[in-house]
């Protein structure tokens, strides 16, 4: 039986090349736009690996690894990314992932990543390899409680707020009030240092929470026409 798989990416045309890119190989059971329906996805499906963008609507992908793991998910998570960051990187590892791959070396990588996170081993591309490993060394080292904490429902309110939703579009996506709304808002920007909602945002950006443009597609799979990424679709 081939390793079921599902691919969570806002960009059609990055999702369909994905998918022609591994459909020899694997088993693809959805493909998602958002990082809220990932969560939903991949609860619901069971997949054995979940290949995903970090910037998506909703939520980060690495929002959504966090919440996979706190739920018990037993998923492999490969992240796929343009960000070469490291900080980035090492965050999206201590969220839960198994694998680091950058879009343009997708081609050739992103098959053996997904093989290795099957096997229990970790893989990250090897452009940004050491350096992330050596940040993530580091951050173990220097657990003082210094470092600023949300939680996942601030981190998630934050992401919505940074996107230009309003309060009551949030409270209606989240279901709770708009009093609760506001007082997570309230919470994030006293915890962050922040005075302003354009302060939030620009936090966000800075932090890669939120994308500031489209990234478009950085590999040569060859791609068949794109889905809307709002209309997920599933095999089962």
Not at 30 to 50: F, N, P, S, T, Y
Not at 197 to 207: G, K, P, R, W
């Given at each position: 039986?081939?390793?079921?798989?599902?691919?969570?990416?806002?960009?059609?045309?990055?999702?369909?090349?994905?998918?022609?890119l591994?459909?020899?190989?694997?088993?693809?059971?959805?493909?998602?736009?958002?990082?809220?329906?990932?969560?939903?996805?991949?609860?619901?499906?069971?997949?054995?690996?979940?290949?995903?963008?970090?910037?998506?609507?909703?939520?980060?992908?690495?929002?959504?690894?966090?919440?996979?793991?706190?739920?018990?998910?037993?998923?492999?998570?490969?992240?796929?990314?343009?960000?070469?960051?490291?900080?980035?990187?090492?965050?999206?590892?201590?969220?839960?992932?198994?694998?680091?791959?950058?879009?343009?070396?997708?081609?050739?990588?992103?098959?053996?990543?997904?093989?290795?996170?099957?096997?229990?081993?970790?893989?990250?591309?090897?452009?940004?390899?050491?350096?992330?490993?050596?940040?993530?060394?580091?951050?173990?080292?220097?657990?003082?409680?210094?470092?600023?904490?949300?939680?996942?429902?601030?981190?998630?309110?934050?992401?919505?707020?940074?996107?230009?939703h309003?309060?009551?579009?949030?409270?209606?996506?989240?279901?709770?009030?708009t009093?609760?709304?506001?007082?997570?808002?309230?919470?994030?920007?006293?915890?962050?240092?922040?005075?302003?909602?354009?302060?939030?945002?620009?936090?966000?950006?800075?932090?890669?929470?939120?994308?500031?443009?489209?990234?478009?597609?950085?590999?040569?799979?060859?791609?068949?026409?794109?889905?809307?990424?709002?209309?997920?679709?599933?095999?089962?």
């Amino acid at each position: 039986m081939r390793p079921r798989l599902l691919l969570a990416d806002d960009h059609a045309i990055v999702a369909e090349g994905l998918r022609s890119l591994l459909e020899p190989e694997f088993d693809l059971i959805g493909i998602v736009g958002d990082g809220a329906a990932l969560v939903e996805a991949a609860i619901r499906l069971k997949a054995d690996v979940i290949v995903t963008d970090i910037s998506m609507p909703r939520l980060s992908g690495i929002e959504a690894a966090r919440r996979l793991k706190a739920a018990g998910s037993s998923s492999k998570v490969i992240f796929l990314t343009m960000h070469m960051d490291v900080d980035i990187a090492a965050e999206a590892l201590r969220a839960g992932g198994s694998g680091y791959v950058l879009k343009h070396s997708a081609t050739h990588a992103l098959s053996h990543a997904i093989w290795e996170a099957l096997k229990g081993r970790q893989f990250i591309s090897p452009r940004i390899a050491e350096n992330v490993k050596l940040n993530v060394m580091a951050s173990s080292q220097r657990r003082d409680g210094s470092s600023i904490r949300l939680t996942s429902r601030e981190r998630e309110v934050l992401q919505l707020v940074a996107e230009g939703h309003t309060i009551r579009v949030i409270s209606e996506m989240l279901k709770i009030t708009t009093r609760t709304v506001e007082f997570h808002k309230t919470n994030i920007m006293d915890k962050l240092g922040l005075r302003t909602t354009a302060d939030l945002t620009q936090y966000a950006i800075s932090n890669r929470i939120i994308a500031i443009q489209n990234p478009g597609a950085e590999f040569d799979a060859p791609k068949r026409p794109a889905r809307s990424p709002h209309e997920p679709h599933f095999q089962e």
